[in-house]
Protein backbone atom coordinates (compact mmCIF):
# COMPACT_ATOMS: atom_id res chain seq x y z
CA UNK A 1 0.00 0.00 0.00
CA UNK A 2 1.71 3.86 -1.14
CA UNK A 3 0.90 6.19 1.00
CA UNK A 4 2.90 9.67 1.14
CA UNK A 5 3.02 9.59 5.40
CA UNK A 6 1.19 7.58 7.41
CA UNK A 7 -0.36 10.54 9.32
CA UNK A 8 -1.78 11.85 6.20
CA UNK A 9 -3.84 8.83 6.03
CA UNK A 10 -6.33 9.77 8.95
CA UNK A 11 -9.04 7.30 7.49
CA UNK A 12 -6.88 4.37 7.17
CA UNK A 13 -5.57 5.37 11.07
CA UNK A 14 -9.03 5.64 11.96
CA UNK A 15 -9.74 2.34 10.60
CA UNK A 16 -6.63 0.45 12.39
CA UNK A 17 -8.16 2.16 15.73
CA UNK A 18 -11.16 0.99 15.41
CA UNK A 19 -11.03 -2.73 13.64
CA UNK A 20 -11.63 -5.93 15.90
CA UNK A 21 -8.46 -6.90 15.12
CA UNK A 22 -5.35 -6.19 17.46
CA UNK A 23 -3.27 -4.40 15.47
CA UNK A 24 -0.32 -1.90 15.87
CA UNK A 25 2.06 0.17 13.27
CA UNK A 26 5.72 0.69 13.63
CA UNK A 27 7.84 3.65 11.57
CA UNK A 28 10.95 2.88 10.02
CA UNK A 29 12.93 3.26 13.54
CA UNK A 30 10.79 0.23 14.94
CA UNK A 31 8.37 3.08 16.88
CA UNK A 32 5.28 2.47 17.17
CA UNK A 33 3.12 4.89 15.69
CA UNK A 34 -0.48 2.77 16.34
CA UNK A 35 -1.51 0.81 18.74
CA UNK A 36 -5.08 0.00 18.11
CA UNK A 37 -7.83 -0.37 20.94
CA UNK A 38 -7.72 -4.31 19.84
CA UNK A 39 -4.49 -4.51 20.78
CA UNK A 40 -4.67 -2.41 23.71
CA UNK A 41 -7.71 -5.40 25.10
CA UNK A 42 -4.96 -8.42 24.31
CA UNK A 43 -2.16 -7.15 25.94
CA UNK A 44 -3.52 -5.50 28.55
CA UNK A 45 -0.63 -2.76 27.83
CA UNK A 46 -2.19 1.37 27.22
CA UNK A 47 -1.41 3.01 23.64
CA UNK A 48 -0.21 6.10 26.10
CA UNK A 49 2.79 4.00 27.23
CA UNK A 50 3.44 2.45 23.82
CA UNK A 51 3.57 5.24 21.07
CA UNK A 52 6.68 6.48 20.34
CA UNK A 53 8.33 3.82 22.06
CA UNK A 54 10.38 0.42 20.74
CA UNK A 55 8.65 -1.78 23.12
CA UNK A 56 6.10 -3.28 21.68
CA UNK A 57 7.48 -6.80 22.06
CA UNK A 58 6.56 -6.95 25.85
CA UNK A 59 2.64 -7.58 24.83
CA UNK A 60 3.97 -10.98 23.55
CA UNK A 61 7.04 -12.17 25.24
CA UNK A 62 8.32 -12.56 28.46
CA UNK A 63 12.13 -11.29 26.67
CA UNK A 64 13.05 -8.97 24.21
CA UNK A 65 13.37 -10.26 20.78
CA UNK A 66 12.18 -9.16 17.30
CA UNK A 67 7.89 -9.26 16.36
CA UNK A 68 7.52 -9.98 12.31
CA UNK A 69 6.95 -6.65 12.19
CA UNK A 70 10.78 -5.73 13.27
CA UNK A 71 11.54 -8.78 10.53
CA UNK A 72 10.67 -7.20 7.54
CA UNK A 73 12.46 -3.47 8.19
CA UNK A 74 15.25 -5.36 9.49
CA UNK A 75 15.55 -9.10 7.81
CA UNK A 76 19.28 -9.37 9.94
CA UNK A 77 17.47 -9.47 13.25
CA UNK A 78 16.76 -12.73 13.12
CA UNK A 79 15.31 -16.05 10.85
CA UNK A 80 11.35 -16.29 10.81
CA UNK A 81 11.43 -20.04 11.21
CA UNK A 82 13.63 -19.86 13.77
CA UNK A 83 11.72 -17.58 15.80
CA UNK A 84 7.91 -18.75 14.84
CA UNK A 85 6.08 -22.03 15.06
CA UNK A 86 4.68 -21.90 11.30
CA UNK A 87 5.69 -18.97 9.36
CA UNK A 88 4.97 -18.38 5.78
CA UNK A 89 7.69 -18.07 2.56
CA UNK A 90 9.82 -14.70 3.92
CA UNK A 91 11.14 -13.15 0.98
CA UNK A 92 11.94 -9.70 -0.41
CA UNK A 93 9.43 -9.41 -3.21
CA UNK A 94 6.44 -10.33 -0.64
CA UNK A 95 4.17 -7.44 0.91
CA UNK A 96 2.30 -9.64 3.27
CA UNK A 97 3.62 -12.09 5.53
CA UNK A 98 1.86 -14.63 7.54
CA UNK A 99 3.32 -16.50 10.70
CA UNK A 100 1.69 -18.25 13.89
CA UNK A 101 3.39 -18.54 17.31
CA UNK A 102 2.63 -19.23 20.77
CA UNK A 103 3.15 -16.34 22.85
CA UNK A 104 2.93 -15.44 26.64
CA UNK A 105 0.86 -12.51 27.33
CA UNK A 106 1.83 -10.35 30.13
CA UNK A 107 -0.62 -11.51 32.22
CA UNK A 108 1.13 -14.74 32.30
CA UNK A 109 -1.54 -16.08 29.64
CA UNK A 110 0.00 -18.61 27.12
CA UNK A 111 -2.24 -17.69 23.73
CA UNK A 112 -1.35 -19.04 20.09
CA UNK A 113 -1.62 -16.00 17.91
CA UNK A 114 -2.07 -15.64 14.01
CA UNK A 115 -0.01 -12.83 13.13
CA UNK A 116 0.24 -10.80 9.80
CA UNK A 117 2.20 -8.40 8.49
CA UNK A 118 2.02 -5.75 4.98
CA UNK A 119 4.56 -3.28 4.73
CA UNK A 120 3.47 0.30 4.09
CA UNK A 121 5.46 2.23 1.49
CA UNK A 122 6.00 5.75 0.13
CA UNK A 123 5.26 6.63 -3.61
CA UNK A 124 9.29 5.92 -4.17
CA UNK A 125 9.01 2.45 -2.80
CA UNK A 126 10.59 3.01 -0.08
CA UNK A 127 9.46 1.50 3.14
CA UNK A 128 7.86 4.04 5.79
CA UNK A 129 5.83 1.81 8.04
CA UNK A 130 4.82 -2.02 9.17
CA UNK A 131 1.60 -3.00 10.00
CA UNK A 132 1.18 -6.19 12.10
CA UNK A 133 -2.43 -7.93 12.95
CA UNK A 134 -2.75 -10.63 15.96
CA UNK A 135 -5.39 -12.97 15.97
CA UNK A 136 -6.18 -15.56 19.12
CA UNK A 137 -6.32 -19.15 17.97
CA UNK A 138 -5.37 -20.93 21.24
CA UNK A 139 -8.87 -22.75 21.41
CA UNK A 140 -8.53 -23.40 17.91
CA UNK A 141 -5.14 -25.30 18.22
CA UNK A 142 -5.48 -27.05 22.07
CA UNK A 143 -8.32 -28.76 20.45
CA UNK A 144 -6.71 -30.06 17.30
CA UNK A 145 -4.19 -30.96 19.32
CA UNK A 146 -6.29 -32.73 21.48
CA UNK A 147 -7.88 -34.54 18.42
CA UNK A 148 -4.60 -35.43 17.34
CA UNK A 149 -3.88 -37.07 20.28
CA UNK A 150 -7.42 -38.56 20.38
CA UNK A 151 -6.67 -40.16 17.22
CA UNK A 152 -3.82 -41.47 17.98
CA UNK A 153 -4.75 -43.10 21.29
CA UNK A 154 -7.68 -44.92 19.01
CA UNK A 155 -4.64 -45.90 16.95
CA UNK A 156 -2.96 -47.18 18.92
CA UNK A 157 -5.98 -48.85 21.09
CA UNK A 158 -6.67 -50.75 17.58
CA UNK A 159 -3.04 -51.56 17.19
CA UNK A 160 -2.42 -53.21 20.56
CA UNK A 161 -6.00 -54.75 21.06
CA UNK A 162 -5.98 -58.49 21.88
CA UNK A 163 -9.56 -58.88 19.37
CA UNK A 164 -9.49 -58.63 15.74
CA UNK A 165 -11.46 -55.30 14.69
CA UNK A 166 -12.28 -55.14 10.85
CA UNK A 167 -14.19 -52.45 9.40
CA UNK A 168 -16.59 -53.26 6.69
CA UNK A 169 -18.33 -50.84 3.60
CA UNK A 170 -21.25 -51.48 1.81
CA UNK A 171 -19.29 -53.47 -0.87
CA UNK A 172 -18.36 -55.60 1.89
CA UNK A 173 -15.28 -54.42 1.39
CA UNK A 174 -12.50 -54.55 3.81
CA UNK A 175 -11.37 -50.74 5.28
CA UNK A 176 -9.98 -51.39 8.56
CA UNK A 177 -7.43 -54.62 9.37
CA UNK A 178 -6.01 -54.30 12.62
CA UNK A 179 -2.71 -55.97 14.08
CA UNK A 180 -4.89 -58.66 15.96
CA UNK A 181 -6.76 -59.51 13.13
CA UNK A 182 -3.39 -60.02 11.19
CA UNK A 183 -1.94 -61.94 13.35
CA UNK A 184 -5.57 -64.41 13.48
CA UNK A 185 -5.99 -64.47 9.95
CA UNK A 186 -2.84 -64.92 9.03
CA UNK A 187 -1.88 -62.30 6.79
CA UNK A 188 -0.92 -58.05 6.32
CA UNK A 189 -3.66 -55.54 6.47
CA UNK A 190 -2.36 -54.53 2.80
CA UNK A 191 -3.37 -57.94 1.70
CA UNK A 192 -6.99 -57.92 3.32
CA UNK A 193 -7.89 -54.62 2.86
CA UNK A 194 -9.93 -53.94 -0.64
CA UNK A 195 -10.95 -57.80 -0.17
CA UNK A 196 -14.87 -58.86 -0.09
CA UNK A 197 -15.15 -59.57 4.03
CA UNK A 198 -16.76 -63.08 2.89
CA UNK A 199 -12.74 -64.51 1.86
CA UNK A 200 -12.77 -64.60 5.48
CA UNK A 201 -16.29 -66.37 6.19
CA UNK A 202 -16.38 -69.57 6.11
CA UNK A 203 -18.96 -70.66 3.21
CA UNK A 204 -21.08 -71.95 5.24
CA UNK A 205 -21.45 -69.17 6.94
CA UNK A 206 -22.21 -66.91 4.41
CA UNK A 207 -25.64 -66.35 4.37
CA UNK A 208 -26.16 -65.85 8.22
CA UNK A 209 -23.38 -63.97 8.22
CA UNK A 210 -24.64 -61.72 5.86
CA UNK A 211 -27.64 -61.40 7.97
CA UNK A 212 -25.57 -59.67 10.36
CA UNK A 213 -24.14 -57.22 7.88
CA UNK A 214 -27.72 -56.23 6.97
CA UNK A 215 -26.75 -52.16 5.37
CA UNK A 216 -30.09 -52.61 3.18
CA UNK A 217 -32.02 -52.92 6.40
CA UNK A 218 -33.04 -49.12 7.94
CA UNK A 219 -34.14 -50.79 11.43
CA UNK A 220 -30.49 -52.36 11.52
CA UNK A 221 -28.64 -49.51 13.89
CA UNK A 222 -28.04 -50.94 16.76
CA UNK A 223 -25.08 -53.55 17.98
CA UNK A 224 -25.50 -57.31 17.52
CA UNK A 225 -23.77 -59.87 19.50
CA UNK A 226 -23.32 -63.48 17.75
CA UNK A 227 -22.08 -65.59 20.41
CA UNK A 228 -21.75 -68.95 18.49
CA UNK A 229 -22.68 -70.13 15.12
CA UNK A 230 -20.48 -68.38 13.04
CA UNK A 231 -16.80 -69.80 11.93
CA UNK A 232 -14.09 -67.36 9.97
CA UNK A 233 -11.73 -68.70 7.36
CA UNK A 234 -7.58 -67.80 7.34
CA UNK A 235 -6.01 -66.92 4.47
CA UNK A 236 -4.54 -70.10 4.56
CA UNK A 237 -7.98 -71.48 4.61
CA UNK A 238 -8.08 -73.01 8.41
CA UNK A 239 -11.59 -72.61 9.77
CA UNK A 240 -12.05 -71.88 13.28
CA UNK A 241 -14.69 -70.66 15.61
CA UNK A 242 -15.52 -67.27 16.23
CA UNK A 243 -17.51 -64.85 18.86
CA UNK A 244 -18.73 -61.82 17.22
CA UNK A 245 -19.80 -57.78 17.37
CA UNK A 246 -21.52 -56.24 14.44
CA UNK A 247 -22.00 -52.18 14.95
CA UNK A 248 -23.08 -50.11 12.12
CA UNK A 249 -22.24 -46.70 12.59
CA UNK A 250 -21.75 -43.94 10.15
CA UNK A 251 -19.11 -41.58 8.87
CA UNK A 252 -18.78 -38.61 6.24
CA UNK A 253 -22.32 -39.58 5.22
CA UNK A 254 -20.93 -43.83 4.75
CA UNK A 255 -22.27 -46.00 6.16
CA UNK A 256 -20.10 -48.99 7.48
CA UNK A 257 -19.94 -51.81 10.15
CA UNK A 258 -17.34 -52.74 12.57
CA UNK A 259 -16.84 -56.39 13.24
CA UNK A 260 -14.88 -57.08 16.67
CA UNK A 261 -13.38 -60.93 16.75
CA UNK A 262 -12.71 -61.86 20.07
CA UNK A 263 -12.53 -64.23 22.83
CA UNK A 264 -14.92 -63.00 25.67
CA UNK A 265 -11.99 -62.60 28.44
CA UNK A 266 -11.02 -59.78 26.30
CA UNK A 267 -13.94 -57.95 24.85
CA UNK A 268 -15.03 -56.09 27.89
CA UNK A 269 -12.25 -54.50 28.44
CA UNK A 270 -11.30 -53.99 24.45
CA UNK A 271 -14.80 -52.12 24.27
CA UNK A 272 -14.28 -49.50 27.21
CA UNK A 273 -11.32 -48.49 26.03
CA UNK A 274 -12.39 -48.38 22.49
CA UNK A 275 -15.59 -46.25 23.26
CA UNK A 276 -14.33 -44.22 25.67
CA UNK A 277 -11.69 -42.78 22.97
CA UNK A 278 -14.29 -42.46 20.21
CA UNK A 279 -16.87 -40.25 22.34
CA UNK A 280 -14.34 -38.60 23.18
CA UNK A 281 -12.91 -37.66 19.61
CA UNK A 282 -16.48 -37.13 18.65
CA UNK A 283 -16.84 -34.61 21.60
CA UNK A 284 -13.78 -32.86 20.55
CA UNK A 285 -15.18 -32.62 16.82
CA UNK A 286 -17.81 -30.79 18.23
CA UNK A 287 -15.87 -27.85 20.42
CA UNK A 288 -13.41 -27.57 17.16
CA UNK A 289 -16.76 -26.54 15.19
CA UNK A 290 -17.61 -25.03 18.18
CA UNK A 291 -18.50 -20.89 17.76
CA UNK A 292 -17.95 -20.03 21.24
CA UNK A 293 -14.44 -19.03 21.83
CA UNK A 294 -12.58 -18.00 24.41
CA UNK A 295 -11.53 -15.18 22.37
CA UNK A 296 -15.21 -13.75 21.88
CA UNK A 297 -14.72 -12.22 25.35
CA UNK A 298 -14.63 -8.82 24.40
CA UNK A 299 -14.84 -6.34 27.06
CA UNK A 300 -12.95 -3.36 28.47
CA UNK A 301 -14.71 -2.96 31.75
CA UNK A 302 -13.83 -2.79 35.08
CA UNK A 303 -16.81 -5.43 35.79
CA UNK A 304 -15.39 -7.95 33.72
CA UNK A 305 -11.42 -7.40 34.50
CA UNK A 306 -12.94 -8.13 38.02
CA UNK A 307 -14.84 -11.21 37.33
CA UNK A 308 -11.55 -12.81 35.16
CA UNK A 309 -9.70 -11.93 37.88
CA UNK A 310 -11.59 -14.10 40.49
CA UNK A 311 -11.93 -16.68 37.49
CA UNK A 312 -7.92 -16.87 37.19
CA UNK A 313 -7.52 -17.14 41.26
CA UNK A 314 -9.77 -20.25 41.39
CA UNK A 315 -9.10 -21.66 38.19
CA UNK A 316 -6.08 -23.91 39.56
CA UNK A 317 -8.09 -24.81 42.15
CA UNK A 318 -10.74 -28.09 41.96
CA UNK A 319 -13.26 -26.14 43.84
CA UNK A 320 -16.68 -25.86 42.43
CA UNK A 321 -17.46 -22.52 40.54
CA UNK A 322 -21.17 -21.55 40.74
CA UNK A 323 -21.63 -18.51 37.37
CA UNK A 324 -24.31 -16.80 38.27
CA UNK A 325 -26.38 -14.03 35.65
CA UNK A 326 -28.68 -13.42 33.30
CA UNK A 327 -29.26 -15.39 30.16
CA UNK A 328 -26.90 -14.91 27.12
CA UNK A 329 -24.12 -12.65 29.61
CA UNK A 330 -21.74 -15.31 28.59
CA UNK A 331 -21.45 -17.94 31.16
CA UNK A 332 -20.06 -21.03 28.41
CA UNK A 333 -17.22 -18.60 27.66
CA UNK A 334 -16.57 -17.97 31.50
CA UNK A 335 -16.29 -21.65 31.78
CA UNK A 336 -14.33 -22.26 29.08
CA UNK A 337 -12.01 -19.78 30.77
CA UNK A 338 -11.80 -21.75 33.53
CA UNK A 339 -10.90 -24.95 32.38
CA UNK A 340 -8.12 -23.29 29.89
CA UNK A 341 -6.60 -21.50 33.11
CA UNK A 342 -6.77 -24.35 34.94
CA UNK A 343 -4.26 -27.92 35.98
CA UNK A 344 -6.79 -29.67 33.97
CA UNK A 345 -6.81 -27.80 30.52
CA UNK A 346 -5.05 -30.70 28.59
CA UNK A 347 -7.91 -32.70 29.55
CA UNK A 348 -11.31 -32.74 28.08
CA UNK A 349 -14.25 -29.74 28.76
CA UNK A 350 -17.47 -31.10 28.74
CA UNK A 351 -20.79 -29.23 28.70
CA UNK A 352 -24.00 -30.49 29.50
CA UNK A 353 -27.18 -27.66 28.94
CA UNK A 354 -29.77 -29.27 31.67
CA UNK A 355 -32.69 -27.32 30.04
CA UNK A 356 -32.21 -28.83 26.80
CA UNK A 357 -33.00 -32.61 28.17
CA UNK A 358 -36.06 -33.63 29.12
CA UNK A 359 -36.24 -34.99 32.97
CA UNK A 360 -36.10 -38.22 32.28
CA UNK A 361 -33.36 -38.36 30.37
CA UNK A 362 -31.46 -36.12 32.46
CA UNK A 363 -29.53 -38.92 34.71
CA UNK A 364 -28.92 -41.08 31.83
CA UNK A 365 -26.99 -38.20 30.31
CA UNK A 366 -24.93 -37.14 33.07
CA UNK A 367 -24.38 -40.85 34.53
CA UNK A 368 -24.87 -43.20 31.54
CA UNK A 369 -27.36 -46.15 31.80
CA UNK A 370 -27.01 -50.01 31.59
CA UNK A 371 -28.84 -52.04 28.73
CA UNK A 372 -32.29 -52.72 29.46
CA UNK A 373 -32.67 -49.92 32.65
CA UNK A 374 -35.63 -48.39 30.76
CA UNK A 375 -37.23 -48.42 27.68
CA UNK A 376 -35.01 -47.94 24.48
CA UNK A 377 -31.68 -48.64 26.26
CA UNK A 378 -30.78 -51.49 24.14
CA UNK A 379 -27.03 -50.91 25.14
CA UNK A 380 -24.89 -49.28 28.07
CA UNK A 381 -24.56 -46.11 27.98
CA UNK A 382 -21.46 -43.92 29.23
CA UNK A 383 -22.29 -40.72 30.69
CA UNK A 384 -20.84 -37.30 30.75
CA UNK A 385 -19.47 -37.20 33.96
CA UNK A 386 -17.21 -40.83 32.73
CA UNK A 387 -16.26 -38.55 29.67
CA UNK A 388 -15.14 -35.98 31.34
CA UNK A 389 -13.30 -38.12 33.88
CA UNK A 390 -9.83 -36.21 34.23
CA UNK A 391 -10.94 -32.84 33.31
CA UNK A 392 -14.07 -30.65 33.78
CA UNK A 393 -17.68 -30.81 33.56
CA UNK A 394 -19.65 -27.32 32.91
CA UNK A 395 -23.28 -27.88 33.81
CA UNK A 396 -25.65 -25.30 32.39
CA UNK A 397 -28.69 -24.10 33.53
CA UNK A 398 -28.00 -26.64 36.98
CA UNK A 399 -31.44 -24.98 38.34
CA UNK A 400 -33.34 -27.54 35.86
CA UNK A 401 -32.08 -30.29 37.09
CA UNK A 402 -34.55 -33.01 39.02
CA UNK A 403 -34.50 -33.80 42.43
CA UNK A 404 -33.53 -36.88 42.02
CA UNK A 405 -30.51 -35.92 39.91
CA UNK A 406 -29.58 -33.42 42.30
CA UNK A 407 -29.06 -36.02 44.61
CA UNK A 408 -26.62 -37.77 42.31
CA UNK A 409 -25.23 -34.98 41.72
CA UNK A 410 -24.43 -34.10 45.70
CA UNK A 411 -22.90 -37.69 45.51
CA UNK A 412 -20.38 -36.80 43.08
CA UNK A 413 -19.48 -33.24 44.21
CA UNK A 414 -18.93 -35.39 47.96
CA UNK A 415 -17.56 -38.79 47.15
CA UNK A 416 -16.90 -38.45 43.23
CA UNK A 417 -18.33 -41.72 42.65
CA UNK A 418 -21.60 -42.47 41.49
CA UNK A 419 -23.87 -45.30 39.71
CA UNK A 420 -25.11 -46.11 36.08
CA UNK A 421 -28.73 -45.42 35.64
CA UNK A 422 -30.07 -49.19 36.26
CA UNK A 423 -26.81 -50.21 37.75
CA UNK A 424 -25.44 -51.22 40.56
CA UNK A 425 -21.46 -50.86 40.26
CA UNK A 426 -20.01 -47.75 41.63
CA UNK A 427 -18.11 -45.63 39.01
CA UNK A 428 -15.12 -43.54 40.88
CA UNK A 429 -14.25 -40.45 38.66
CA UNK A 430 -12.09 -37.55 38.89
CA UNK A 431 -13.68 -34.57 37.53
CA UNK A 432 -13.91 -30.68 38.55
CA UNK A 433 -17.03 -29.03 38.37
CA UNK A 434 -18.46 -25.82 36.93
CA UNK A 435 -22.12 -25.20 37.10
CA UNK A 436 -24.36 -21.93 35.95
CA UNK A 437 -27.70 -20.68 36.10
CA UNK A 438 -30.09 -17.47 35.54
CA UNK A 439 -32.11 -18.37 38.74
CA UNK A 440 -32.15 -17.38 42.37
CA UNK A 441 -31.32 -20.53 43.94
CA UNK A 442 -31.98 -19.14 47.29
CA UNK A 443 -35.58 -18.83 46.35
CA UNK A 444 -36.14 -22.22 44.78
CA UNK A 445 -34.69 -23.96 47.97
CA UNK A 446 -37.77 -21.77 49.56
CA UNK A 447 -39.77 -23.44 46.88
CA UNK A 448 -38.74 -26.67 47.23
CA UNK A 449 -37.62 -27.17 44.08
CA UNK A 450 -33.93 -27.14 44.63
CA UNK A 451 -31.86 -28.89 47.82
CA UNK A 452 -30.31 -26.30 50.05
CA UNK A 453 -27.37 -29.23 50.70
CA UNK A 454 -26.41 -28.76 46.56
CA UNK A 455 -26.71 -25.19 46.79
CA UNK A 456 -24.64 -24.73 49.73
CA UNK A 457 -21.69 -27.35 47.81
CA UNK A 458 -21.84 -25.87 44.74
CA UNK A 459 -22.02 -21.78 46.08
CA UNK A 460 -18.37 -22.60 47.43
CA UNK A 461 -17.01 -19.85 44.92
CA UNK A 462 -20.50 -17.89 43.26
CA UNK A 463 -18.95 -15.44 40.08
CA UNK A 464 -21.67 -13.09 39.31
CA UNK A 465 -21.80 -12.31 35.50
CA UNK A 466 -22.52 -8.73 34.99
CA UNK A 467 -25.09 -7.85 32.43
CA UNK A 468 -24.61 -5.96 29.06
CA UNK A 469 -26.71 -2.79 30.87
CA UNK A 470 -23.93 -2.68 33.48
CA UNK A 471 -21.42 -2.36 30.78
CA UNK A 472 -22.63 0.18 28.46
CA UNK A 473 -18.86 1.05 27.35
CA UNK A 474 -18.85 -2.67 25.76
CA UNK A 475 -21.55 -2.34 23.38
CA UNK A 476 -19.96 -0.48 20.76
CA UNK A 477 -16.77 -3.49 21.16
CA UNK A 478 -19.00 -6.23 20.69
CA UNK A 479 -21.15 -4.72 17.99
CA UNK A 480 -18.32 -4.57 15.90
CA UNK A 481 -16.77 -7.33 16.81
CA UNK A 482 -19.87 -9.06 15.74
CA UNK A 483 -19.88 -7.07 12.62
CA UNK A 484 -17.01 -8.13 11.45
CA UNK A 485 -17.92 -11.68 12.39
CA UNK A 486 -21.30 -12.36 10.08
CA UNK A 487 -20.29 -9.68 7.28
CA UNK A 488 -17.31 -12.14 6.53
CA UNK A 489 -19.67 -15.25 7.03
CA UNK A 490 -22.72 -13.67 4.98
CA UNK A 491 -19.87 -12.33 2.62
CA UNK A 492 -20.65 -8.16 2.85
CA UNK A 493 -18.78 -5.85 3.68
CA UNK A 494 -19.65 -2.65 5.80
CA UNK A 495 -17.32 0.46 6.99
CA UNK A 496 -18.37 0.47 10.57
CA UNK A 497 -21.85 1.18 12.35
CA UNK A 498 -24.21 4.03 11.69
CA UNK A 499 -23.73 6.70 14.88
CA UNK A 500 -27.49 6.79 15.12
CA UNK A 501 -27.86 3.22 15.14
CA UNK A 502 -24.90 2.93 17.60
CA UNK A 503 -27.20 4.97 20.23
CA UNK A 504 -30.19 3.21 19.48
CA UNK A 505 -27.79 -0.03 21.07
CA UNK A 506 -26.27 2.42 23.70
CA UNK A 507 -29.99 3.42 24.77
CA UNK A 508 -31.74 -0.07 24.94
CA UNK A 509 -31.65 -2.36 27.87
CA UNK A 510 -30.51 -5.49 26.26
CA UNK A 511 -33.47 -8.06 28.27
CA UNK A 512 -31.08 -11.14 26.38
CA UNK A 513 -27.40 -8.93 27.18
CA UNK A 514 -24.60 -10.60 24.68
CA UNK A 515 -26.46 -12.81 22.89
CA UNK A 516 -29.70 -10.56 21.88
CA UNK A 517 -27.08 -8.24 21.03
CA UNK A 518 -25.19 -10.55 18.78
CA UNK A 519 -28.82 -11.80 17.27
CA UNK A 520 -29.96 -7.75 16.59
CA UNK A 521 -26.47 -7.23 14.69
CA UNK A 522 -26.62 -10.70 12.69
CA UNK A 523 -30.64 -9.40 11.39
CA UNK A 524 -28.80 -5.76 10.69
CA UNK A 525 -26.11 -7.43 8.70
CA UNK A 526 -28.60 -9.80 6.06
CA UNK A 527 -31.28 -6.63 5.66
CA UNK A 528 -28.91 -3.42 6.22
CA UNK A 529 -27.65 -2.52 2.31
CA UNK A 530 -25.12 0.45 2.53
CA UNK A 531 -21.67 0.89 3.45
CA UNK A 532 -22.76 1.93 6.90
CA UNK A 533 -24.83 -0.96 9.25
CA UNK A 534 -27.68 0.41 9.87
CA UNK A 535 -30.23 -1.10 13.07
CA UNK A 536 -33.71 0.14 13.85
CA UNK A 537 -34.64 1.44 16.93
CA UNK A 538 -35.06 -1.36 19.28
CA UNK A 539 -37.84 -1.77 21.96
CA UNK A 540 -37.05 0.09 25.32
CA UNK A 541 -37.06 -2.66 27.77
CA UNK A 542 -38.67 -1.57 31.21
CA UNK A 543 -38.13 -4.08 33.17
CA UNK A 544 -38.54 -8.52 33.65
CA UNK A 545 -42.26 -8.60 34.21
CA UNK A 546 -43.70 -5.81 32.10
CA UNK A 547 -45.40 -7.44 28.49
CA UNK A 548 -44.19 -5.85 25.26
CA UNK A 549 -46.61 -2.71 24.47
CA UNK A 550 -48.91 -3.94 21.87
CA UNK A 551 -48.80 -3.03 17.89
CA UNK A 552 -45.31 -3.31 18.20
CA UNK A 553 -43.09 -6.06 16.77
CA UNK A 554 -39.99 -7.61 17.07
CA UNK A 555 -37.01 -7.60 14.87
CA UNK A 556 -37.63 -11.48 14.31
CA UNK A 557 -40.99 -10.20 13.02
CA UNK A 558 -40.31 -7.39 11.53
CA UNK A 559 -37.14 -9.65 9.47
CA UNK A 560 -40.05 -12.50 8.75
CA UNK A 561 -42.63 -10.12 7.25
CA UNK A 562 -39.70 -8.51 5.25
CA UNK A 563 -38.97 -11.55 3.50
CA UNK A 564 -42.44 -12.62 3.14
CA UNK A 565 -43.06 -9.11 1.51
CA UNK A 566 -40.05 -10.06 -1.19
CA UNK A 567 -40.69 -13.49 -1.75
CA UNK A 568 -44.35 -12.62 -2.78
CA UNK A 569 -42.82 -9.67 -5.06
CA UNK A 570 -40.91 -12.69 -6.74
CA UNK A 571 -43.57 -14.67 -6.81
CA UNK A 572 -41.44 -16.93 -4.62
CA UNK A 573 -38.48 -17.37 -6.54
CA UNK A 574 -35.47 -17.37 -3.91
CA UNK A 575 -32.35 -17.63 -6.76
CA UNK A 576 -31.51 -15.68 -9.43
CA UNK A 577 -30.96 -11.76 -10.86
CA UNK A 578 -35.00 -11.50 -10.28
CA UNK A 579 -35.08 -13.87 -7.01
CA UNK A 580 -35.41 -12.71 -3.22
CA UNK A 581 -32.47 -13.54 -2.36
CA UNK A 582 -30.65 -10.54 -5.18
CA UNK A 583 -32.96 -8.46 -3.92
CA UNK A 584 -32.41 -8.77 -0.11
CA UNK A 585 -28.08 -8.55 -1.07
CA UNK A 586 -28.10 -12.30 0.24
CA UNK A 587 -26.87 -15.64 -0.67
CA UNK A 588 -29.60 -17.66 -1.58
CA UNK A 589 -28.61 -20.38 1.16
CA UNK A 590 -28.29 -17.99 3.49
CA UNK A 591 -32.00 -16.78 2.60
CA UNK A 592 -33.44 -20.55 2.96
CA UNK A 593 -31.43 -20.50 5.88
CA UNK A 594 -33.27 -18.13 7.54
CA UNK A 595 -36.65 -18.82 6.04
CA UNK A 596 -35.98 -22.22 8.04
CA UNK A 597 -35.25 -20.30 11.22
CA UNK A 598 -37.84 -18.14 11.27
CA UNK A 599 -40.60 -20.74 10.02
CA UNK A 600 -41.21 -19.51 6.49
CA UNK A 601 -42.43 -22.93 5.68
CA UNK A 602 -44.04 -22.01 2.15
CA UNK A 603 -42.69 -24.18 -0.81
CA UNK A 604 -40.64 -22.09 -3.61
CA UNK A 605 -39.44 -22.11 -6.53
CA UNK A 606 -35.62 -22.73 -6.35
Known amino acids: MKINTLTQNI ?11 AAFVLNARHQVVIWNKACEQLTGLKAQEMIGSDQHWRGFYTEKRPCLADLLLDNTLGEVADLYEQASAFSSCSDIYHTENWCLMPDSRKLYLVIDAGIISNERGEVVAIVETQRDRTEQRLMMQALTESEQRISSILGSAMDAIVTVDQQHCVTLFNAAAARIFRCAPDFAIGQPVERFIAPHCDKLFKQFIAFDNRGAKTQTWAPEGLSARRADGEEFPIEATF ?6 SQKFYTLILRDVNDRRLAEQKLERLQQEKGYLQEVVNDDHNPGDFISGSKL ?9 MVARTDTPVLLLGETGTGKELLARALHDFSDRSAS ?14 IESELFGHEKGAFTGATQQRKGRFELADGGSLFLDEVGELSLSAQAKLL ?11 GGSDTIRVNVRLIAATNR ?11 RSDLYYRLNVFPVEVPTLRQRVTDIPLLARFFLDKYAKKIGKRFDDIDPVSLEHLKRYRWPGNVRELQNVIERAVILSQGPLLEITPLLPSRGKAEAQPRGLQTLEMVEREHILRTLEETAGVISGAKGAAAILDMNPNTLRSRMLKLGITKSHKV
Open 11 to 21: SAEHLLQHMPV
Open 247 to 252: SPFEAD
Open 304 to 312: MRVVMEQVR
Open 348 to 361: ILVKVNCAALPSEL
Open 411 to 421: RVLQEQEFERV
Open 440 to 450: NLTEEIGLGKF
